[in-house]
Nanobody, 130 residues
Framework: EVRFVESGGGLVQAGGSLRLHCAAPGLTFRDYAIGWFRQAPGKEREAVSC????????YYVDSVKGRFTVSSDGAANTMYLQMNSLKPEDTAVYYC???????????????????????WGQGTQVTVSS
């Protein structure tokens, strides 16, 4: 069964950086738009970014624009989320998932609903201390 594997999370002070990894053995990233998501305790899962497979363009929610950057290693089928200037409100479990219906990020990719996304992994915990 295909599942994303997220890693790279940890505990960091506010203002620090982390780089998350996302891989899915057996999944061809270029076949799907790939989203990064996060879920904080007691809150709904929210989108962080969406990357189109068609041209590699990434889109970000306003709260992370200018601080988070998505990159990918196509040969290794791995995607990264570089997170800089971290804030306590970034504390969450971070996930990646694939849009099964689209290769290009759709207009609702960052707002939801996210029912088209699949192959959710266990996520990686990011904790930002103040």
């Amino acid at each position: 069964e295909v599942r994303f594997v997220e890693s790279g999370g940890g505990l960091v002070q506010a203002g620090g950086s982390l780089r998350l990894h996302c891989a899915a053995p057996g999944l061809t990233f270029r076949d799907y738009a790939i989203g990064w998501f996060r879920q904080a305790p007691g809150k709904e899962r929210e989108a962080v970014s969406c990357t189109s497979a068609t041209d590699g363009t990434s889109y970000y929610v306003d709260s992370v624009k200018g601080r988070f950057t998505v990159s990918s290693d196509g040969a290794a089928n791995t995607m990264y989320l570089q997170m800089n200037s971290l804030k306590p409100e970034d504390t969450a479990v971070y996930y990646c998932a694939a849009d099964l219906e689209r290769r290009r990020c759709h207009g609702t990719a960052l707002t939801g609903p996210f029912y088209r996304y699949a192959y959710w992994g266990q996520g990686t915990q990011v904790t930002v201390s103040s």
